[in-house]
Structures are given as structure tokens and as C-alpha cells.
């Protein structure tokens, strides 16, 4: 249903244009004043506000911003110990280039790519940056991963005097503009939808699905763009069968349910394009953690101290750019026969310190350094929180207080340097075993 609104601007025969942000009334190819063809015109332009944004190859495109040299050559992301493809720039995506493909092979397709190792601290920091702009619009940011956010902009008539959809175009002119990186964006009346649009005309996309057209639209895709449907799941249903989402819109709900349990009563909402979930700024995880496996089982202190710290400061790290806090810490050990030990303390202030962390780690881990042999060592916190009580200056004691300090510190010069660039005591030397594998993101 349209929204009767006084403005102009509301009328569901109108668009705008995305350069000018242009009303647009009539059937004009180019836009009236400014000539770019890239025009919004949709029934349901101004009735929808649950958003999607995500990043164009973003780490990709930071590394092109920083470097202008790189801007017309096929760019990769990646390398490192797995040696994968982090992200690969739409240049190289041309060449055959994918995310996740091996490094080997990617070189094979696409020879003169140029190479660059992952700075993470740099697309953290980047990734902060589009997320505040995002929160400029609405408090309604639900993200994702470090490049991509859900928003509902249900509010933003009110508050910027715009309909969501404006808001969104003007949002990707701003991030081009100020970060100087592109985001396509996808437009519905639900969170699958919204995503499935985002991911329609990558890069520097804006595509809508409005609720007319979602059955019609989802009944000729493949089932795997539904939620939910991995590589697994998707086998199982092209064994019985079923390959497109309007197979599954014919089948009955019950069938369904008995068939796949409770992914049935996903597919059979999914597929008729049902999906209330809400846009949750809370969403994050209960916990924040980070773990790592070892090449070769570890007993001793010496050997596990130092990869504590190394996971301590990447717990750190997410909470600082998540902006959160935790009151508990949680450590976790895998023995060498696969029994999990856990075990936690409570802080008397939450924190997001990675000294804090690590030192109630270590306390925690001299107990179970018994000459016990571990093949996995995890450290994290629970009872997340806000910042705001987190690691008050005047409580904790003088040593943590200077430790505290020193961190501040550090990270200004890791977020400057790169991640190696500072290292404490303890993981300096260390290796690779002290910097725990990153994520393929993007
Ligand atoms: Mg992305």
C-alpha cells in the first residue's frame, strides 16, 4: 500500500535520478536536468524501507582509493598462509577472478593482477567509517560484517525529510564522495528481499523488489538464493526434485514441514516472499571471541602465552570497532583427545582491553597448564554491554591504568602502520601462530 504523503516527491508515478537526486515526472529515459540515465522509477519507489548496503569488493576498493595507480589494473586481495582469494576487483571478477578461489588458480586466469596482502586494521577502520555514516540515517543498523548492514529507514521521513529511498541514493553519493568507495543497495519491504536486491547490479547498484512483484520475481530463481539453502541443503532438494523457488511456492506447507522440518516452514515462507524478521541494532553475537587451532599440540606456557595475547587483541579489536563491551572472560582449551575446557571469570567492569583480556586469560590458563597437551586455545568475553561503564579510568588499579594507556597507543599506531607494526613482548618473534588466520570477507 502507498503512503499518502503531501510532497510531490511521495507520488508513485515519479522517480529521481541518482546523480541529481532530480524528481523526476514523465517517461524520460535521461534525467531532466542533469542527462544521466541512471533514473529510480518503481510503483513502490516511496512505500519501502528495509534496506540493504554492501560494499562494492571492498577491500579491493580501498586499496584502488589509496592508490590511484591501481585504479584501471585487475586487483586481487588475498595470500597469506591458505593463500585464497580475500576479494578480487570487478577487473579481475571479469578475468574470471573469484572470492575464496586459490591464489594459484586465480593467477592462472587473470596473470596481470596485482597482488596485495590484506590490511585488516584498514578496512576496520574504513568499515567504521560506512557504518557511522549509516547510523547518521537511522538507529536501525543491523550490520553484518564489516562491509555490509541491514537498515530500517522507517523514520528517516521524519527525521531528514526525505522518503527512504532518497535517502539511500543520497547515502551511496555521500560514501563515494567522503570515503571514496562505492556500496550498492537493495530496497524491499523485507530483510531477504532487500538483500537479494543489493546483490542484483553489483557495483555501485540500487535495485528494488517490492511486495507486487516478490512472488512472481522469486518464483523463476534458484532455490539457493533463499536464506538458508547452503551447497548441503540444496543437493537434498535437487535430489527430490526441486530446483526453483516456484517448485517450492506449488508444494504444500505440511509437506513441506514433514519433508525438511523446520527449514520446510522457512522455504514455504521464504518462497511466497514471507520473512518478518526485524531490523535488530542488537543482533551481535552474546559473546566475542577468537580461537585458533595449532599446527602441533601445545603443553607449555612459554608456547601458549604468546598466542593468548595474539587472540586477546583480536577480541579487543572487534569489540573496539564493534563498539561493545564484555564483563566476562571465557577461555577455552581443546585437549589433544578433544575434550573442551572452559572457563570464565567475571570482571568487576566490563571491558574491552585487550591487556584486560589477556591478563585474566593468563590467570585462568596457569591452571590448566598442567602438562596437558592442547590442540586448540580460545579466549573471549560474555555479558556484553555498551562502552559506556566499560573500563573506568579511576577503578582499575595503576599498572592496568598505564596498561591501559599504552594500548590507546598502540592501536593509533597499528590503525597508522598495520597490524605488525606494534608488537607486544609476547607475540613478537612469535610468528605466524601468534596472528591468527583472518576470514575471507566480501
Ligand atoms: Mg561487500
Redesign the pocket.
Known amino acids: 500500500m502507498f503512503a499518502v504523503m503531501s510532497t510531490s516527491v511521495n507520488d508513485p508515478s515519479h522517480g529521481f535520478c541518482r546523480d541529481c537526486l532530480a524528481v523526476q515526472r514523465g517517461p524520460a529515459m535521461r534525467c531532466t536536468k542533469c542527462g544521466s540515465p541512471r533514473l529510480m522509477r518503481h510503483p513502490e519507489l516511496y512505500a519501502l524501507h528495509i534496506a540493504h548496503i554492501?560494499?562494492?569488493?571492498?577491500y579491493a576498493a580501498v586499496e584502488k582509493r589509496d592508490n590511484p595507480e591501481l585504479k584501471d589494473k585487475p586487483v586481487i586481495i588475498g595470500g597469506g598462509k591458505r593463500g585464497v582469494v580475500s576479494?578480487a576487483c570487478y577487473i579481475a571478477r571479469i578475468n574470471g577472478v573469484r572470492s575464496a578461489m586459490p591464489m594459484f588458480k586465480a593467477l592462472e586466469a587473470c596473470p596481470q593482477a596485482v597482488v596485495i596482502s590484506p590490511n585488516m586494521e584498514k578496512y576496520v577502520r574504513v568499515g567504521r567509517e560506512v557504518r557511522s555514516m549509516m547510523q547518521a540515517l537511522t538507529p536501525l543498523v543491523e550490520p553484518i560484517?564489516?562491509?555490509?548492514a541491514f537498515l530500517d529507514l522507517a523514520g528517516t521521513e521524519r527525521l531528514h525529510g526525505l522518503p527512504p529511498a532518497l535517502v539511500l541514493a543520497r547515502f551511496a553519493q555521500s560514501v563515494e564522495k567522503e570515503i571514496g568507495i562505492t556500496?550498492?543497495a537493495g530496497l524491499s519491504y523485507c530483510k531477504f528481499l532487500a538483500k537479494v536486491a543489493s546483490d542484483f547490479r553489483?557495483p555501485r547498484g540500487f535495485s528494488i523488489i517490492g511486495e507486487a512483484e516478490a512472488v512472481t520475481f522469486l518464483a523463476e530463481q534458484p532455490v539457493t538464493l533463499i536464506w538458508g539453502v547452503g551447497k548441503a541443503f540444496a543437493a537434498t532438494l535437487e535430489s527430490d526434485g526441486i530446483r526453483t523457488i516456484g517448485q517450492i511456492q506449488r508444494m504444500e506447507r505440511g509437506d513441506l514441514m514433514r519433508r525438511y522440518g523446520t527449514m520446510g516452514d522457512r522455504l514455504y515462507r521464504l518462497s511466497r516472499g514471507q520473512d518478518t524478521r526485524r531490523v535488530e541494532p542488537d543482533h551481535d553475537a552474546k559473546s566475542v571471541s577468537a580461537e585458533t587451532t595449532f599446527d602441533t599440540d601445545l603443553a607449555s606456557s612459554a608456547d601458549l602465552v604468546p598466542i593468548l595475547r595474539a587472540l586477546s587483541e583480536k577480541v579487543s579489536t572487534r569489540l573496539k570497532k564493534s563498539g561493545i563491551a564484555g564483563r566476562t572472560v571465557v577461555l577455552k582449551l581443546k585437549t589433544q583427545d578433544f575434550k573442551i575446557r572452559t572457563r570464565n571469570r567475571q570482571l568487576g567492569d566490563p571491558t574491552q582491553l585487550a591487556d584486560r583480556i589477556f591478563q585474566t586469560g593468563m590467570q585462568l590458563l596457569a591452571k590448566e597448564t598442567d602438562g596437558t597437551k592442547y590442540r586448540l586455545l580460545g579466549i573471549g568475553v560474555s555479558d556484553l554491554t555498551g562502552v559506556e561503564k566499560a573500563d573506568p579510568p579511576d577503578l582499575i588499579d595503576v599498572q592496568s591504568r598505564k596498561r591501559a594507556l599504552a594500548e590507546g597507543a598502540m592501536d593509533a599506531l597499528r590503525d597508522k602502520f598495520g597490524k605488525t607494526a606494534v608488537e607486544t613482548g609476547y607475540t613478537f618473534g612469535k610468528g605466524r601462530n601468534a596472528h591468527p588466520r583472518e576470514d575471507v570477507?566480501?
Open positions: 554492501d560494499c562494492d569488493a571492498f576479494t560484517s564489516i562491509d555490509e556500496v550498492s553489483k570477507e566480501d
